[in-house]
Structure formats: C-alpha cells, structure tokens
C-alpha cells in the first residue's frame, strides 16, 4: 500500500490510500478513467468504485417479486398489441393480500408490478389515457391494482416497484397514438393538468420532450407521488415494434424519479443491470464493477449486458469509466412471464426456485423472481406452495448460523455487516475455530462493498481434517454476497484464504450453515429411437448443489420411479434401470432416496420422429439442413436463407397422426432467426397445401425457451408445413432447433 502514494499521487482527489478504518477510503460509484491512467491505477480506481446508498438498499433485499398481470392474462399470450379491448381484463376478484403473504412467506423483501406491460393497458386510474383498468369491468371501471397492492406492501411490509414499459403498443398502433407521432420536442410542464383530478404533491417539472415523453413522465409522476414509496423503478429494454424513431428522453425520467422517488432504483439504467438471461442463470463471476466507454450518468440509453465476462481486469483496462451497476436475476416461477393455465403450464420446483436463490443472491446478484396472478386475481396453489417451502429451506439454512460461537474474526463472525476485517498482502487469510465440532455445506462470505468495494477476485475456504489443512471450496469474486456449497465437512476449524484481490479486501461476515441435502432434480431426454433417460439435471450454469456431482448419487442411495400415464410418481411407480422406449405422452419422474423424495421432473414427449422425414423446404444456410430440425437434438438447427419474406419447411410424419399440439424449440446459438409469427399448413399428398392454424410466440429472444401451440381443434395428417411469417428482431431468417408434434 506504501507504494501506492508515489504511484497514485494524481487520485488523490479521488481515493486515499490510508484504508485503516478510522479513515476510510474516498470511493465514489463512478470513476473516471484517466489518458496517463496505467494498468495498476486502474485496478486501483476499480477497487474503489461502491455501490450508492440506494443501490446498497436494494443489494440488502435479496430477494424480491416480479408480477406479470394484464390483457395477456387474459388472452394467453406472452405479447399482446396493444388492440386488446379493455373488457378482456376481466377480472372479477383481486386478492393483493393472497400476493403479499405469499411473497412474505417466500422472505422476499420487495415487489415489482407490471403496471404497463408493452400492450400499453395501465393498471392504475391513470389520468393520461383511457387504455387500461378505467375502461375494464373491473370494480365498474374504479378498480386500481397498483392502489390495492401498495396497501397490502404496507400491511405486510413489503417494499413496492413498477415496471413502466417503454414499448407501448396501444400508444403506436391506435389513430392518436403519441409513440413515434413526431411531435415537436417543447417545453412541458408535468405533471400536465387535468380538470378535476388534482395533484396532492404540487412539485412541477418543466422539460424539453415530446409527446411520448410527456405522457411517460406524467404517468410516472402519478406512479411516483400517488401510491406511497417507490423503490424500484424498472425499464424494459425489449420492443416488440418500434416506430417513428421515438427516442426517450431518459435524463429527463431520472431527473423525475430522483426528486419524487429519492429512495429508488432504476433497472435497466445507470442502477440495475439485467443478468443477460430469462432462464435465472448468474455468472460464476458477477462483477459489478462494470466499465463503460461514456459516463453512465449522462447516458440516455444503456446496451444489454450479455457477455460471459464483464468486468474482469482485461475487460476494465478498456474503460473510460468505471461504474457500479449491479445485477438483477430474473426469471419467472412458471413457464412464461404471464399466467396461461393451470395444467399446461410448468411451475419450477422448489428446489429449482431454491438452487436459483443461492447462485444468485450468492452470486453478488439480486433473485427477482416473478409469480404471475391467474385471472381470479391470485397467485395459484402451486405457486404458492413452491413459494413457502422455498422460504422455509432459507429459514431452516440459513437462521442457524454454526459458526455463531467461532473466535478468531470477530469483526467478521458478528453477522454485523458494518464491522469487517481488513485483510492485506501479510494478512491474507482467516483462521476460525468453533467451541465444538460443526458438520456444514455451505459458507456465506460477505466484503464490506459499500466502504471497500468488491475486490476480492478468488478464494478458498480450507477445513482442518485428520490434522491438515483441507481444501472444501474454492470461487471466484465475492462482492456484496457469495454462497459457497460443498459436500459437508465436519471439523472445529477452518480457514478462508484470499488466493487473489484488487487492493485489500475487507470482508464483512463469514457464517456457516447446513442445508439438508434431497434427492437431486431429474431431467428428462428422449433420443431419435423413442429411448427415454433421466438424468440429474444440469443446466447450462452446471448443477451442482451440493457441491458434488450428483450422478453418483444415482448408484448410491437414490431410486428413480416413474410413471407414463401423467400421474405423479410414487414409492411402488415402476423403478427406473435403463432407457425404456415411448412414442408419445407425458413421463413422470421422481427420485427417492431412504426417507425423502425430490421434486417432480415431467415431459410432454412429442410423437417419434423415427420414421419422419423432410420432404423440402425453401433453402437453408451452410450446414443447418432441415434434417436437423427433426433430429431430438436441440444444438443442431435449420437456418433458412435470408431471401424471400417468409420460408418453409415440410416434413412427412410416417403416417397420419391425430395431434392436439405443436412444439417449437428455437436455436440458442444467437438470436436469429426465431419464428415469432407463422402459419401451420396440412397435406393429403405432401404437395399442395391448406393452411390448418396460425400461432404466435412473442418474447422469443430474451427468453429462449420451448414453446407449445395448441390447436384450436385436433389436426389430423400425415404431411406439415411449418410457414414464417414474421421473425423476431425484424430478422430475416428462419430457423428451428427443434420441431414436435403433440398427441
Ligand atoms: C422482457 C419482456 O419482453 C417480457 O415480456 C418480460 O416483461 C420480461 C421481464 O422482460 O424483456
């Protein structure tokens, strides 16, 4: 550290090199980057870079709610168009209190509400337009969601977010729409006033924008003043349609929200950052210190952030600035941002939600998980029931700290985050001993980010066994909080060692706890001869919750019973020994070991494709023939050419089927070529064609998944042709990872 006063003498103004704690570091949550800047001053201004208070807040919820609510609740959809009648928001009860219990039970902190998805219908009685709840049956047309749901946060006390789309489709695609009308960018007052309906709160705003910005800004100006405090504010990136080059004057949003809502945060801005997926999923490394080419506080639009290392040193040597921009993981409860239906639609298991939970709140991220209302107004009873028994296996984890009575670190054992042990290059590790022997799988490691930033970069915790050091785990980053899980391990002493930092990492807590290990989750596969296996699920993120490689599990202890008649799995289900063919239908599948069983894994298998062929289509690129459309490998894929405005495919069943449904596996590889809109076409002959049905998947790229179309009525046949009409992205081709047909 001596050196770093020669070294740095210019950053002064900025940092101190003296890092006892009665001095602390000077940090700010954006720090520029100089032209005489080197390498090392970098990493030194990078660990100098801290959360702001709010963005620290809202690290300390955790984990939080995500609600999907609206038209498309009502038509099914992932998407809507902003044509929706308003009387389709038929919704005859609403228990907002059924919401904020479970959430409770859940320890989740905090909710964010949709109250204008990108259909443009708003949830609250606004007084800037007549597209929402106020032109519904609900409650005559008094109804307001949002009032209803501020008051059970209170009484439940629960902290409240919205979620404002940007995109606004009523707003584009209706006569007087103000989205991309071209309006002339003025001077505007807001909130703008409207006869009868005043403002309690009289602060006003004049800004230069036009007239969509004007309607967002008085909108968020009831949002923010008329609904008690605001805690998260959360901007969509995504767009289904875009028009007239509509820009958003977001400096304009932030100087608003600051002043109305000083303890929010925003998502999608300078604030929060997405994760980079919809399926949960956090990084091994989470680094929130994130560089940037301009300053993010003068940005009106911020990129997504998808790369698998964002912050590393290589990353932050290229910034100009470098900023505190943390993430949030979200993903939904059921498949799908919105409630469809009760049978059709999976909800994750507990111990999915659970797994998810500890990477990412363990992860130096946020959990945002959504539970989406179903149209009686309430959460379903699966949800609910995955709901609390997450919230009990984090209750019964992580209540019961075992390293309570260790010595050895105190200002780090004290579960006080406000105390830390500051370690330095003599000190580099912690040595903890507890009065009795512990059994533990998982250790929680906290640095104090908001007074030191995040600068740990890889550590490892050691156990001392049979009169040695024994290495348990080991990760990278730290930051606000890492879970670490491993096979547990019984001892009275254990060492946490810092392999790697920027600067001296202080670290807040350490705590230890044990999570009792159930039987792993089982996935589900099926090959090209109609062979079904189960595996212990893995994920793209790897899965290893226990910190072992569960598979052995399999020999060791667990037996997997499964069922092919859609009912659930029991003790005296047929057992599972080898791969067993089935041509269609739901499989079921549940592991057991002495005296728990894990959580149901099922799959609707489509009709084998053994026998199918590809009679033709429009053309394909490179190697991604049609063939591999029908293969059951969902890494291979069609990809069409770009020519022409929509493309095909035609596929011979082997014989006339009678199917209820389509499934639709787009390629993952980039974010090309998924089939938003299309058509379903039959044949007698595999040669002329009649269309049977046309489907729609919306919100295809930011979320990947398998889709299911299910046909108005059974189609019968033996030849399919599988038509794009539009491609998500305004792309061009169209390409399919994998293509099943549903009895
Ligand atoms: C996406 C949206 O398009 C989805 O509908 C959903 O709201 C998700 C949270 O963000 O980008």
């Given at each position: ?26 940090t ?5 980057i ?14 100098h ?21 609206g038209p498309?609740?009502?038509?099914r ?39 204008k998805h ?9 007084r ?7 032109s ?40 007087e729409g ?10 505007r ?23 969509y910005?004007?309607?967002f800004l ?7 003043t ?10 969509d ?5 875009r ?24 998502f ?16 091994d ?8 080419e301009?300053?993010?506080?003068e ?36 498949e799908?941002?919105f409630?469809?239906?009760?049978d ?21 991220s946020?959990?945002?998980l ?18 609390e ?55 929680i ?7 030191y ?14 009169n040695?050091?024994?290495e ?9 909080k ?46 090209l ?11 793209d ?17 667990i ?6 008649d ?16 089935v ?42 023939v ?14 069409s050419?770009?020519?022409?405005k ?27 070529g ?12 595999g ?19 398998p ?8 189609m ?16 061009k ?11």
């Amino acid at each position: 550290m001596k050196k770093c006063l020669g070294l740095f003498v210019f950053l002064l103004s900025i940092v101190s090199c003296n890092t006892s704690k009665e001095e602390l570091p000077k940090t700010s949550s954006t720090i520029a980057i100089d032209a005489d800047d080197t390498k090392d001053s970098i990493i030194y201004k990078a660990a100098h870079v801290v959360p702001t208070k709010n963005q620290y807040e809202a690290l300390k919820n955790e984990y939080i709610a995500f609600i999907h609510f609206g038209p498309n609740t009502f038509t099914r959809m992932e998407w809507g168009n902003g044509m929706e009648d308003p009387k389709i928001f038929d919704l005859k009860n609403l228990d907002t209190d059924q919401w904020c219990k479970a959430m409770k039970d859940a320890q989740m902190k905090m909710v964010v509400i949709t109250v204008k998805h990108h259909d443009g219908f708003v949830l609250w009685q606004s007084r800037y337009t007549k597209h929402g709840i106020m032109s519904s049956g609900f409650k005559d047309g008094k109804g307001d969601v949002l009032k209803e749901l501020s008051a059970s946060c209170q009484k439940y006390g629960l902290k409240l977010g919205v979620y404002l789309s940007p995109a606004d489709l009523y707003q584009i695609e209706n006569k007087e729409g103000l989205y991309g009308n071209l309006s002339k960018y003025t001077d505007r007052e807001i909130p703008r006033k409207v006869e009868g309906r005043p403002f309690k709160n009289k602060t006003t705003f004049t800004f230069n924008v036009d007239d969509y910005n004007e309607y967002f800004l008085n909108q968020l100006f009831e949002l923010l003043t008329e609904y008690g405090p605001i805690h998260e504010v959360w901007f969509d990136g995504a767009h289904p349609k875009r028009k007239g080059g509509q820009k958003y004057n977001y400096i304009a949003w932030k100087k608003l929200i600051s002043t109305l809502a000083p303890e929010a945060v925003i998502f999608g801005k300078q604030d929060i950052r997405w994760c980079g997926n919809e399926a949960g999923g956090t990084r091994d490394t989470e680094w929130n210190i994130i560089p940037y080419e301009n300053n993010p506080h003068e940005m009106n639009s911020f990129a997504d952030i998808t790369g698998k290392d964002i912050g590393s040193r290589e990353k932050l040597y290229d910034a100009n600035f470098l900023h505190y921009q943390q993430a949030e993981t979200n993903t939904s409860i059921r498949e799908g941002w919105f409630y469809r239906d009760e049978d059709k639609q999976k909800v994750r298991s507990a111990d999915d939600v659970f797994d998810m939970y500890e990477r990412s709140v363990g992860g130096n991220s946020t959990f945002l998980l959504n539970i989406p209302p179903n149209r009686e107004g309430k959460f379903s009873p699966e949800d609910v029931r995955v709901l609390e028994e997450v919230g009990e296996r984090i209750k019964e984890t992580y209540s019961t700290n075992l390293f309570a009575d260790a010595s050895g670190a105190e200002d780090a054992l004290d579960n006080n985050t406000t105390t830390y042990e500051l370690l330095n290059s003599d000190k580099k590790e912690i040595i903890i001993e507890t009065k009795n022997n512990v059994t533990i799988n998982r250790i929680i490691l906290q640095e104090a980010i908001d007074k030191y930033s995040e600068r740990v970069e890889k550590h490892a915790v050691d156990a001392w066994v049979n009169n040695a050091w024994k290495e348990i785990v080991s990760a990278t980053n730290i930051g606000y909080k890492r879970i670490l899980r491993f096979p547990e391990v019984t001892s009275n002493k254990f060492r946490v060692r810092v392999l790697e930092s920027r600067l001296s990492p202080a670290i807040s807590i350490i705590s230890a706890h044990y999570y009792k290990t159930r039987p792993p989750q089982l996935s589900i596969t099926r090959n090209l001869d109609g062979l079904v296996s189960f595996q212990p699920k893995k994920d793209d993120f790897g899965w290893k919750p226990h910190g072992e490689d569960v598979s052995k599990n399999i020999n060791s202890g667990i037996e997997i019973r499964y069922t092919t008649d859609g009912s659930t799995p029991t003790k005296t289900s047929q057992i599972y020994k080898e791969p067993f063919l089935v041509y269609s239908g739901e499989v079921k599948a549940l592991a057991f070991s002495k005296d728990e069983k894990g959580s149901v894994a099922s799959k609707e298998i489509g009709i084998l494709k053994k026998k199918w062929k590809v009679l033709n289509e429009d053309s394909w690129t490179s190697t991604h023939v049609g063939e591999f459309a029908i293969d059951e490998n969902p890494t291979t894929f069609w990809m069409s050419d770009e020519k022409g405005k929509s493309h095909f495919i035609e596929i011979d069943l082997g014989k006339e089927e009678t199917l209820k449904a389509f499934g639709y596996t787009p390629q993952t590889k980039n974010s090309n070529g998924m089939i938003e809109q299309g058509v379903i076409k039959v044949s007698n002959n595999g040669k002329s064609w009649k269309t049977f049905e046309n489907f729609e998947f919306g919100n295809l790229i930011n979320d990947p998944t398998p889709r299911t179309h299910y046909f108005k009525k059974p189609m019968k046949t033996r030849f399919v042709r599988i038509e794009s009409k539009t491609i998500a992205g305004s792309k061009k081709q169209a390409s399919i990872a994998e293509l099943n047909f549903f009895k």
